[in-house]
């Protein structure tokens, strides 16, 4: 039994939320507490075993672990192919820990429990199933499959307007990934046309020959639907309706592993499979970030809405770590790895936190509070330790994240690193303003006069999370150690193939001319 789940730790990790699903399809939906607990206890257990794989990850290797492969459909070239390196672990574990955390915090869903503990599982094998598919029509799979329980969490279990954010969610993420599969079948028969073979199999897709006017366009559609998931500026917009009108654990598992998902595709599939386009394009995305950074910054500064002022948060938080990734160096991509956790703890935190306040007024205009220091000294704490976090106060995680990005963008561009340093204090200002309207001041509306502090359930929700921000802030090497080794190499490969492309380009030119030269002198 031991050796079978060391040998499948992927599969059973990915796979077992799904197994817990359709357990629930067979309970009656008015066992509501025994549907809250079994979910909670399920995915709590999920993370358990899910621990191995940190404690068990060689960090003295690049190469990727855990892996299990098998032929699927052998006719079209698909197969069955999971695996993790040191890009991917740390996103795995983050989604097996804030799944729980999320179910716990639901308590203020009454309606449909057991359809929305169910679309929850799912929705965490889909997102597990991105982060460890080595397979491209695997990755497809995961990739459209964790789109519809989002839908449904934003489009049942949402706001006023959740019918709208549901679909325009929808039709963003659909029209990015109908692209991606384009390209995906490009890749595909290119390769067939190289080898002889029929293959999805992303090592062997690797492995082709794209000129660099093939690079272009294959990077171009696969990078569209990773900056949609991102989302990029100007492709954000779906993001503050999707936010705002989920409800909390929604909004906290679309900002804590969704977004995730984009971030994570420019480093596992356009960078090495397009490292030609990568290079040309880095100006542009580099330009993009920078506007994502300071727009984010200056829209979330005006906001009135506490849910709305933490949506734009993280079009400027992302921003950083899409800088990160295409400054091309270990310190920045390091850095913007880390920040993809420490985003996805603190601002799921921070949606997790006006999620209870909400509860407690049902409003999140930050006009409505004021006072609330005296009133809820142990929300006010946490709230104050995630928002020190997300302004990146040194012995926080986010000061490891953001300092790595800025570290590694000033080597190779003084002028972005300037610039995106401004972010930095932009957040600090609209992050601070915030806090101090909602919590200090008079204690003058009597609504707010009657609010009673966090309950246990909530102080064990935020716990965890607090722990992992310092852990993080204080001793980074935990986690950046595991990641090194599989940077470096992301970078030396991707720096091979595309000098490799260069050099066989320059030898088909020069083959070119020459022959054009011998039919002239022929002629």
């Keep these: 039994m031991i050796e079978f789940y060391n040998n499948h730790i992927l599969t059973i990790v990915t796979f077992l939320p799904l197994f817990g699903a359709i357990f629930l399809l067979f309970i009656n939906r008015e066992k509501t507490d025994f549907i809250r607990n079994f979910t909670l206890y399920f995915t709590s257990f999920v993370f358990l075993i899910s621990l191995p794989i940190f404690f068990q990850f060689d960090a003295s290797t690049a190469d990727f672990q855990f892996v299990e492969k098998s032929v699927w459909i052998e006719s079209l070239g698909i197969s069955y192919y999971m695996g993790i390196d040191g890009i991917s672990i740390l996103l ?7 799944t729980p955390l999320v179910i716990l915090a639901s308590g203020s869903i009454k309606s449909r429990v057991k359809e929305y503990m169910i679309v929850f599982l799912m929705l965490e094998t889909g997102m597990l199933g991105v982060f460890c598919a080595l397979d491209l029509f695997l990755f497809y799979i995961f990739w459209e499959g964790m789109l519809i329980p989002m839908c449904f969490i934003i489009g049942v279990w949402g706001g006023a307007r959740k019918i709208y954010a549901a679909i325009k969610f929808f039709l963003f993420t659909m029209f990015g990934g109908v692209l991606m599969l384009v390209a995906i079948l490009a890749l595909y028969f290119i390769h067939f046309k190289q080898f002889g073979t029929y293959s999805f199999d992303y090592l062997q897709i690797k492995e082709v020959f794209l000129s660099s006017k093939y690079q272009m366009w294959l990077f171009l559609a696969f990078a569209l639907a990773f900056a949609i998931k991102v989302p990029m500026f100007p492709f954000h917009t779906w993001l503050p309706d999707a936010h705002v009108e989920a ?11 969704l977004l995730k998902m984009g971030t994570y595709g420019f480093l596992r599939f356009c960078i090495p499979l397009f490292p030609n386009a990568s290079e040309y394009f880095v100006g542009l995305i580099s330009i993009l970030a920078l506007i994502g950074i300071i727009y984010g910054a200056l829209v979330a500064m005006v906001q009135p809405d506490l849910k709305k002022l933490v949506a734009y948060s993280s079009v400027s938080h992302l921003g950083f770590v ?8 270990t310190e920045a991509i390091q850095g913007s790895i880390i920040q993809m956790i420490n985003h996805g703890l603190s601002t799921g935190a921070l949606f997790l936190i006006v999620g209870m306040i909400y509860d407690r007024r049902h409003t999140r205009m930050i006009a ?3 006072g609330l220091a005296r009133q809820m000294p142990i929300f006010v704490t946490f709230f104050m ?3 020190m976090s997300s302004i990146g106060l040194p012995g926080l ?8 990005i800025l570290l590694g963008i000033f080597k190779v561009n003084k002028v972005y690193a300037i610039i995106a340093a401004s972010g930095v204090i932009l957040a600090a200002v609209y992050m601070l303003w915030m806090f101090q309207r909602v919590n200090f001041g008079k204690l003058d509306k009597p609504e707010n006069q009657e609010l009673k502090d966090l309950d246990w359930k909530e102080v064990a929700v935020l716990v965890p999370i607090v722990i992992f921000c310092f852990w993080i802030g204080i001793y980074s090497s935990t986690f950046l150690s595991k990641t090194e080794l599989s940077v470096d190499k992301l970078l030396l490969d991707a720096q091979a193939r595309k000098e490799k492309i260069i050099s066989l380009e320059k030898d088909a030119e020069k083959a070119m001319s020459q022959f054009t030269m011998n039919e002239l002198e022929k002629k």
Excluded: H, R
Aim: net charge negative; aromatic share 16%; no cysteine.
């Design 397 to 404: 995680n986010g000061f490891v994240g953001e300092f790595l």
């Design 92 to 98: 795995v574990l983050l989604t097996t820990f804030i």
């Design 322 to 329: 899409m800088l990160g990734i295409f400054a091309f160096n």
């Design 368 to 370: 409505d509070f004021g």
């Design 247 to 257: 409800p909390t654990a929604g909004s906290v598992i679309l900002a804590g592993v």
């Design 385 to 387: 330790i995630i928002t």
